[in-house]
C-alpha cells in the first residue's frame, strides 16, 4: 500500500461524457502528479501540481483538465469523451517537487465504449 | 532527461539473482539513476535510486559504472512476484525541478519456477 488512494476504481462511459478521477496523496505530500497508461502510447505524464499551483505539462489533451485543492486531493477531469481515452490514469505523490521519489496509486481504469 | 535503453524482456529462475542493465550513455553529471517496476496493471513501484555510488535497499541493489554510462539493478533473490516491468529512469533530482518521470519501454521480467 503506497498511502495514495484514487477513485473510483472502475468507470465506464459513454463517448461524449465527461468524468472526474480524483486522488488523495499521501499524508505531508506535496506534489500529485497525473499518467496515463493506454496499450499503444505505454505510461505518459500528464500534468503536476505542487501545494495548489500547476507545476508542469506533459501531453495532456485540452478536453483534460485538473486541480489540486488546499487540502493537497487532487481531481483530473476528462470531457467530450471519446474512444481512445479508455486507459489506467494513475495519480502519484511525493513530498516536493523534483527531489524526490514518487509513490503511485492503484489508478482508475476508464473504458469509454 | 537523458534516454535510456533497456532489453526488452529477460527470463530469471526463481532464487536466483536477476541482474537488469540500463544503457544510459547521454547522462548528465547531476542526474540520478531511478528504477520503478509495474506489477501487471498495478500502479508503478519505486525501488531505488542512486547518484554515482552503489545503492542497496530492502528490495534491490543498484550498480552504477565508475562512467556513469550504465546501471544495474540487481534482485538478489527472485520471487515469482517480482515478475513485473522494470523501468530505467534517468532525470535531475532537484526540489526546483518539476519531477515527471518519462518511461520508456522498460524491461519485462518474467520469473519461472
Known amino acids: 500500500d503506497s498511502g495514495v488512494t484514487q477513485t473510483p476504481k472502475h468507470l465506464i462511459t459513454a463517448t461524449g461524457q465527461r468524468v472526474t478521477l480524483r486522488c488523495s496523496p499521501r499524508s505531508g505530500d506535496l506534489s500529485v502528479y497525473w499518467y496515463q497508461q493506454s496499450l499503444d502510447q505505454g505510461l505518459q505524464f500528464l500534468i503536476q501540481y505542487y501545494n495548489g499551483e500547476e507545476r508542469a505539462k506533459g501531453n495532456i489533451l485540452e478536453r483534460f483538465s485538473a486541480q489540486q485543492f488546499p487540502d493537497l486531493h487532487s481531481e483530473l477531469n476528462l470531457s467530450s469523451l471519446e474512444l481512445g481515452d479508455s486507459a489506467l490514469y494513475f495519480c502519484a505523490s511525493s513530498p516536493h517537487g523534483g527531489k524526490y521519489e514518487q509513490y503511485f496509486g492503484p489508478g482508475t481504469r476508464l473504458t469509454v465504449t | 532527461d537523458a534516454k535510456t535503453t533497456q532489453p526488452p524482456s529477460m527470463d530469471c529462475a526463481e532464487g536466483r539473482a536477476a541482474n537488469l542493465p540500463c544503457n544510459h550513455s547521454t547522462i548528465s553529471g547531476n542526474e540520478y539513476v531511478y528504477w520503478y517496476r509495474q506489477i501487471h496493471s498495478q500502479g508503478p513501484q519505486y525501488i531505488i535510486h542512486?547518484?554515482?555510488n552503489n545503492e542497496t535497499n530492502e528490495m534491490a541493489s543498484l550498480i552504477i559504472t565508475e562512467d556513469r554510462k550504465s546501471s544495474t539493478l540487481i534482485l538478489p533473490h527472485a520471487t515469482l512476484r517480482d515478475t513485473a516491468v522494470y523501468y530505467c529512469i534517468v532525470r535531475v533530482a532537484s526540489s526546483s525541478n518539476t519531477g515527471k518521470l518519462i518511461f520508456g519501454q522498460g524491461t519485462t521480467l518474467q520469473v519461472k519456477p
Open positions: 542512486g547518484l554515482k
